[in-house]
Structure formats: C-alpha cells, structure tokens
C-alpha cells in the first residue's frame, strides 16, 4: 500500500516536474497558482512565475534575512470628529484628513529573481493592489514545495525504476491521454492498456477505473506465505477493508493536478517471483526468517498463558498461608494502603501490554532491540504485577483490604468522630471557637493597613495559640501521669493511688476510675488469697480428720495380721483391707503436702547435695519395683560428685514421685533412661519412659492436680505425683519441662550450679563414701533377712506339711 501511495504521488511530481516525460528545471513556476493548487502548468497564469530550479536551489540554501518592513497607506476623505489611535492624521485647508497608518508584512531577502527580471518588490510596487504579506507567503510555500517535492520525486523516481523494483505501476488521465509508468516502451494509450493488462497478471495488484467505478484485487494467492501476507495487504487484512482501501486511492487521486477534471485508469503490482532484489524481495527474506520464530512465540505465548493461569489460581490458593497452619499471615508489605496497590496494578498491567503490542509490532524484525529489551522489561513489570495481586489476595484473605485502604482510613475517622461528637459536644465546640478565632485574627491581620495594627493582631494570634498550646501540653502531661499510674497498677502495685488534686475534667475522671480499678484489684486478690487459704485449710483438716480413724484402721488390720488366721478367705480380706488402708493414707499425705506445696506453705531447708549420690539412693530404693516390671534402668551420670543447693528431702521426694511415676505407668518390657549432664552454669536431670497407656493429652496438663497419664485410672496412681513434683522443683530455684512424643514421656528438670569449695567437696566425698558403705549394708542385711525368711517359710511350711498328713492318716 505504500508502493501505491508513493507511485499515486510520483506521478503528480511527473506532471509537474516533467515536460514530455522528461525532467525540465527551466519550467515556470507560477508562485501562487503552485501555493494554492499544487500545479505547475508551465506558464504564468495568476501572478509571477520562477524557473523550478531556482526555487530548488533557493529552497536548499534557505531562504535569509527575515523581517518585517512599514509601508505607507493612502489618502483618507473627510473624517470629522473620528479619533485614529494607530495613525498619524493631519487636517489641510479643505477640511480633508491624510492618514499616515502602519501596516506590517512578510519579507526576506529575493535570491533568486522571477521571470522577466522584475522583482518581486518592484512588481509589488507596480501592483499596489496586492497584498505583499500573500505574494511573500505564497513564495515561501513554492520554494518549500518545489524543494520537497523535487527531493520526493527523485527518490521515488529512483526507487521504483522498472530495473530496481519489484513494482509496477501504470496510469493513465483518459482525458489528456497521458500515461505515467516505471514499464518502459509507454508511448500511447494503447500500449499503457496493455502493460495495465501485464500488471493485472502479476501476484499482488489493485486496478481501478474512475469511467466504471471498478475496483479489482487480486485474487488470493496460494504461492508462499509472503504472498499471502502480501495479498492480505492488499485486501485490507487486519487494518483495512476493501472499502476503506479505495476512498484512500481515491482520495489522494482526486488531490493530484495530473488527474484532477478527468477520467483515469490506474494499476499497481507486485512481481512476486521477486526478480530484483528490492526492499519487497529482501522483506519476503525477513519475512520467512521471522515466521518460525512468530510461529513458536505463539504457540509457546499459548502454552505460557495456560500455565500462567494454573499457577495464578494456585498461588491465589496458597496466598498468605503456611504449611504448617491453616492461618492466614499477613506481611508489612500488606500494610501498604489499598489504592496504591490497585494504582501500581493498573500502570503495570497497562505497561506489560503496551510492551506485548510493541514486540508484536516488531516482530518482523528478529534482530530488534526493542524485542528483547521489551520483553525483559515486561517480565520484571509482571513479577511486580503479580506481587501486588498476591497483596491484594492477602489482603482480602486477611480482612484488611478495606481496613489498610485511604477511603476506609478516611470514612472510618469520619465515623469515629462523628461518634465523638455525640458523646463530647464540648470538645467539637471548644474545636470550632479554635478554628473561628484563628480564623478572624488571620482576616484583621490581612485588612490590616498599619504595621502597628498588624503587629497587634500578630501577636494576638501568637498569645491565643500559644495559650491553647500550653493548655494541650498540660492536658498531655495528666494523660502521661496517668499512663505511668496505670503501668504501675499493671506491674503489681495495687497500692499505687494517682494525685487527682491537680487534675480537670475527663482527665480527673479517668484518675478516679483508674484508682477505683486499683482497688478493686486489690480485693480481688484479697478474696483470691483468703479462698485459697481456706481451700488449704479445707483440704488440711479433712485430711488430718481422715488420718486419725485411718491410723486406727491400719492399727487394727496389723493386729488382724499377728493373729495368725488360717481362713484363707478371711486371711484375703485382711490383706485387701490393708493394701487400700495404706493407699489411702499415701493418698491423704499426697494431698495435704500438695496443698502445702502448692501454697507456698513448707519450710525449705537449702544445703549443698551431691544429685549424683541421691539419685543412686532412689534407683537402689526402686529396684525391685523395676524388676516385678521387667523394666530395665539405663543410667548416664556422671563420676564426679554434681552439685545443687536445694532441700534434701523436698529433692529426694521429688526424685520418688517420678520414680514412682515411671514404675507405675511405664510399659513392661522396655526401657527406663536417666541422664544427668553438667553444663556451665546449670544442671540438667532427665528420664525418660515408654508410657504404657496413650497419651492423647497435652504436655502441660500432666502437671496439674488429680490428672493422670491413665484416663480409665485402672491403676492406683493419684494424680498429684507430678503436680507435687513441678511444684517442689519451682520452689527450689528449678525447672520443671514435659516433653511428650507419641508414647515417649520425657521429665526434665534443671538447676542452678552450686559453687563448692574444695574442702567441702572432700568432706562431700567422705560423706557419700561412708553413705555408699552403709547402703551396701543395708542391702546385704535385707538379702540376709531374706534368706533366713525363705528358710523360717520353708520350715514353716515343712512343719505344715507334717501336720496336714498326720491329720490325713487320722
């Protein structure tokens, strides 16, 4: 469409540059005929010619000296009683005005002269009718034409010559019988028909005639893909329909002087077998370069689309969450407000495609910069696009998008204070005498027209603000009071009274309810203490009520026991009768010592202990408990004595109540850890069991009173072990920490290290040793005890076994 265009166009400059088809500098130029119409005829017809060289050559160096010249008006008549603000007037003896006026105009400086050898300024004064500032104007615009249009008609004419270029083109004015072709051997109507015909063959043309109104494409072609493109050209693919298409051949004909007033014929083609290696040829080359690439860009611009929708739906999903929750997380780049987001949204969507449209714009061209750099651009304006999507995602996952938006922020503080101000009238109205005395002492000082009453009004105005701003500062400094009272109250001094003498208004208000809080918090502490002595007391003399008839009980099973029943029934309800007996009082001891413990009301004894000894005394005490259980005891302790400042018995019972935790819950048949590791400043004590029941409960509520490990409570624990034990820990200085696992029940508790002198280490060491002896002892006289029971049994049963035979013979 381009080739048509410029052909349409190179044959006006043929008309008006050409004589008998050949180039002619010397033909006249009549300056304003070529202003208006675009036509050079040949001759002078409207007013002053110039030879088209000379306005090519006066076009090229410029036209110089610029500027604007006065010339004289005539003589005016009578003019009486009229005012001239712009001219010199003079009256003469006849009553008769001349008027000098001034009257501005176009002029530079003549290079070249018009035909003729007369001037423009001479022929300018030879005809006072015109008007100078058009003739100069008119000029100008023919020197500007003739320079361009010459240029234009050069290149073109070089372009799309018959042995450089693909194209062809004929057309013929009917009227004048002139034809116009780059087709050589063009010297009559006649053989211009014929090379129309050979153009209408040709791959790619458009022909129409002005006498029939007929417009003819060519048909599509099927030889290449470039063809193809090209017809689709042709036929307005895209951009353009057939329609459109010829009123813009036909509009830029009808503004051509070598058609105008006539009947023409016009055909334009391309030779798709691209004999000559023009810009068609090279881009049909371009063309089958590029298609792969466009063709894989699309395909791959689909396959990329689909799987950018799949992963924004998945990360629209997942936005804001973790794996190991199902809560929402919000970050501080979601407490950007909402409309910035949404603005940023908007430019880079609209960035992105704009820079789609210039890659597909400039596709033809592989090898472009703008391909790549438009690409990359629009990547990394896509990764910001989809970061303020995912925000405004979390956003709305998170309940904010209207809470961190500027309207939310806006209609919110609007309805805040439209809800202060029906509950503080006072405060709106003290605002608003604010704003109108500010307001009145800025209008004094504007309409003042004295220094002296500016000065005034100024400080006015300094002294109201400065009043109203001390008066803030003093209001501040009573809320800051009162914050510092309030934190007190907060850390635990419920005693703390705030000083309301100095205080007014709300801020005084404040002050007695905040003391008032205080109070109140301090009886409920009170009635809290005075429950909870009265829970201990409870629980103390029922306990100590309970003990005096259990130790009858027990008292009366023992005596039962010494009488030697040989009932055998009988002999197992005694034995009932004192297994529950004893549980009972284990049970009624745990309990008031749990109450003691968890009061705070035992006296503690702090001495420096070897842990390392006492945990060697209770694993030998819990031996036979772990046998009866086939649990196997795997100690890891150190060597060397391990220090701690604690209370031996509190120490020591506590040890007992895990101990006794594990032989009473452990599963059979597994294994039992303890471990005791020395570190720098602290010592750690663990053991740990496979729980035989499941522990669907949490870590932290095994220490709690009466809650046991076992929930059917078939065995005869009673829940205050580890509560007793937590306790204990905490009030020596401990740390008390439940790990559980599935079925994996791990104790650690941790102390402070003691510091020992040496001498006492030795006499520590003395001491265990000496303990160590005693305890083999010991146990060497209960294995001693045990044999001479075995064997007193043995006897006794033998001396049994006689006198139920003697009884059988008798």
């Given at each position: 469409?381009?080739?048509?265009?410029?052909?349409?166009?190179?044959?006006?400059?043929?008309?008006?540059?050409?004589?008998?088809?050949?180039?002619?500098?010397?033909?006249?130029?009549?300056?304003?005929?070529?202003?208006?119409?675009?036509?050079?005829?040949?001759?002078?017809?409207?007013?002053?010619?110039?030879?088209?060289?000379?306005?090519?050559?006066?076009?090229?160096?410029?036209?110089?000296?610029?500027?604007?010249?006065?010339?004289?008006?005539?003589?005016?008549?009578?003019?009486?009683?009229?005012?001239?603000?712009?001219?010199?007037?003079?009256?003469?003896?006849?009553?008769?005005?001349?008027?000098?006026?001034?009257?501005?105009?176009?002029?530079?400086?003549?290079?070249?002269?018009?035909?003729?050898?007369?001037?423009?300024?001479?022929?300018?004064?030879?005809?006072?009718?015109?008007?100078?500032s058009k003739m100069y104007g008119y000029l100008s615009d023919a020197i500007d034409n003739a320079y361009n249009g010459v240029e234009q008609y050069k290149w073109n004419l070089a372009k799309y010559q018959e042995d450089k270029s693909n194209l062809r083109y004929t057309i013929v004015n009917r009227t004048t019988g002139k034809a116009y072709s780059n087709i050589?051997?063009?010297?009559?109507?006649?053989?211009?028909?014929?090379?129309?015909?050979?153009?209408?063959?040709?791959?790619?043309?458009?022909?129409?005639?002005?006498?029939?109104?007929?417009?003819?494409?060519?048909?599509?072609?099927?030889?290449?893909?470039?063809?193809?493109?090209?017809?689709?050209?042709?036929?307005?693919?895209?951009?353009?329909?057939?329609?459109?298409?010829?009123?813009?051949?036909?509009?830029?004909?009808?503004?051509?002087?070598?058609?105008?007033?006539?009947?023409?014929?016009?055909?334009?083609?391309?030779?798709?077998?691209?004999?000559?290696?023009?810009?068609?040829?090279?881009?049909?080359?371009?063309?089958?370069?590029?298609?792969?690439?466009?063709?894989?860009?699309?395909?791959?611009?689909?396959?990329?689309?689909?799987l950018y929708i799949i992963v924004l739906v998945a990360l629209t999903v997942v936005a804001g969450k973790r794996a190991d929750d199902e809560e929402i997380h919000l970050s501080s780049v979601d407490n950007i407000p909402t409309e910035f987001v949404l603005a940023c949204i908007a430019a880079l969507g609209g960035f992105v495609v704009f820079a789609a449209v210039m890659v597909l714009n400039t596709m033809y061209n592989v090898r472009s910069l703008i391909i790549l750099s438009a690409i990359t651009v629009s990547i990394l304006a896509d990764l910001l696009l989809m970061a303020g999507y995912l925000c405004l995602v979390r956003k709305i996952k998170g309940g904010i998008f209207w809470k961190k938006s500027i309207l939310g922020w806006f209609i919110g503080t609007l309805y805040g204070g439209v809800r202060g101000i029906r509950s503080n009238v006072r405060l709106l109205v003290s605002y608003l005498g604010f704003l109108l005395i500010d307001f009145l002492l800025a209008l004094f000082m504007i309409q003042a027209r004295s220094r002296f009453s500016l000065l005034l009004f100024g400080l006015l105005a300094l002294g109201f603000n400065a009043f109203v701003g001390a008066r803030l500062l003093r209001e501040e400094g009573q809320r800051s009071a009162i914050m510092q009272g309030i934190q007190k109250i907060r850390d635990g001094d419920l005693d703390y009274k705030l000083e309301t003498g100095s205080l007014k208004d709300d801020n005084l208000k404040i002050a007695q309810a905040v003391n008032n809080i205080g109070e109140g918090l301090q009886n409920a502490v009170a009635d809290s203490m005075k429950n909870e002595r009265l829970k201990t007391d409870l629980i103390t003399n029922v306990s100590h009520d309970i003990k005096t008839p259990l130790t009858s009980i027990i008292n009366y099973v023992d005596l039962l026991k010494r009488e030697h029943i040989q009932d055998e029934k009988i002999s197992g309800y005694i034995r009932i009768l004192d297994e529950k007996s004893q549980r009972l009082k284990q049970l009624t001891e745990d309990l008031v010592e749990a109450s003691k413990v968890s009061s705070g009301n035992i006296a503690l004894n702090f001495e420096h202990l070897n842990f390392v000894e006492l945990i060697n005394q209770t694993t030998a005490e819990f031996t036979e408990k772990f046998e009866a259980r086939d649990l196997q005891l795997i100690e890891n302790l150190p060597k060397e004595p391990v220090v701690v400042r604690a209370d031996g018995r509190r120490l020591y019972r506590m040890l007992d109540n895990l101990f006794n935790n594990v032989a009473k819950y452990?599963?059979?048949?597994?294994?039992?850890?303890?471990?005791?590791?020395?570190?720098?400043?602290?010592?750690?004590?663990?053991?740990?069991?496979?729980?035989?029941?499941?522990?669907?409960?949490?870590?932290?509520?095994?220490?709690?009173?009466?809650?046991?490990?076992?929930?059917?409570?078939?065995?005869?624990?009673?829940?205050?072990?580890?509560?007793?034990?937590?306790?204990?820990?905490?009030?020596?200085?401990?740390?008390?920490?439940?790990?559980?696992?599935?079925?994996?029940?791990?104790?650690?508790?941790?102390?402070?290290?003691?510091?020992?002198?040496?001498?006492?280490?030795?006499?520590?060491?003395?001491?265990?040793?000496?303990?160590?002896?005693?305890?083999?002892?010991?146990?060497?006289?209960?294995?001693?005890?045990?044999?001479?029971?075995?064997?007193?049994?043995?006897?006794?049963?033998?001396?049994?076994?006689?006198?139920?035979?003697?009884?059988?013979?008798?």
């Open positions: 469409m381009s080739g048509v265009y410029d052909t349409i166009w190179l044959t006006d400059y043929k008309y008006n540059y050409e004589t008998d088809g050949v180039y002619n500098p010397k033909k006249i130029v009549d300056i304003e005929d070529y202003a208006l119409n675009g036509r050079i005829t040949g001759e002078v017809t409207r007013s002053i010619g110039y030879y088209l060289e000379d306005l090519v050559k006066w076009g090229r160096q410029g036209k110089e000296n610029e500027s604007y010249n006065m010339q004289e008006a005539a003589e005016t008549t009578d003019v009486d009683g009229v005012s001239y603000s712009s001219a010199t007037a003079s009256k003469t003896a006849d009553d008769s005005v001349t008027v000098q006026t001034e009257q501005e105009y176009y002029k530079f400086d003549e290079s070249y002269a018009p035909v003729g050898d007369v001037s423009l300024e001479e022929y300018l004064e030879q005809h006072p009718e015109i008007n100078p050589s051997g063009i010297s009559n109507t006649a053989e211009a028909d014929e090379a129309i015909h050979s153009i209408r063959k040709l791959g790619a043309y458009i022909y129409l005639d002005s006498v029939s109104l007929n417009f003819e494409k060519s048909p599509k072609s099927n030889i290449d893909s470039f063809n193809k493109a090209l017809d689709q050209a042709v036929n307005g693919w895209s951009y353009m329909d057939s329609r459109v298409t010829m009123e813009n051949i036909y509009r830029n004909l009808n503004q051509l002087s070598a058609l105008a007033g006539g009947d023409y014929t016009i055909a334009v083609g391309v030779d798709t077998s691209y004999p000559i290696h023009d810009g068609f040829y090279e881009s049909k080359i371009e063309y089958e370069q590029t298609r792969p690439w466009f063709q894989a860009l699309m395909y791959g611009g689909l396959i990329s689309l689909f452990a599963l059979s048949h597994t294994r039992v850890y303890v471990d005791l590791t020395e570190e720098d400043r602290s010592i750690r004590f663990s053991i740990k069991n496979i729980s035989e029941h499941p522990l669907n409960i949490r870590a932290d509520e095994l220490t709690e009173r009466f809650i046991r490990g076992d929930v059917s409570r078939s065995t005869e624990g009673s829940g205050l072990g580890l509560s007793i034990a937590k306790n204990l820990t905490e009030l020596q200085n401990g740390n008390f920490e439940i790990y559980l696992d599935g079925d994996l029940f791990r104790v650690t508790i941790s102390f402070v290290k003691a510091e020992v002198k040496r001498e006492e280490r030795e006499q520590e060491k003395n001491q265990a040793e000496t303990q160590e002896k005693n305890q083999a002892e010991k146990r060497e006289s209960k294995q001693e005890n045990k044999q001479e029971n075995k064997q007193e049994n043995k006897q006794e049963n033998k001396q049994e076994n006689k006198q139920e035979e003697k009884h059988e013979e008798e």
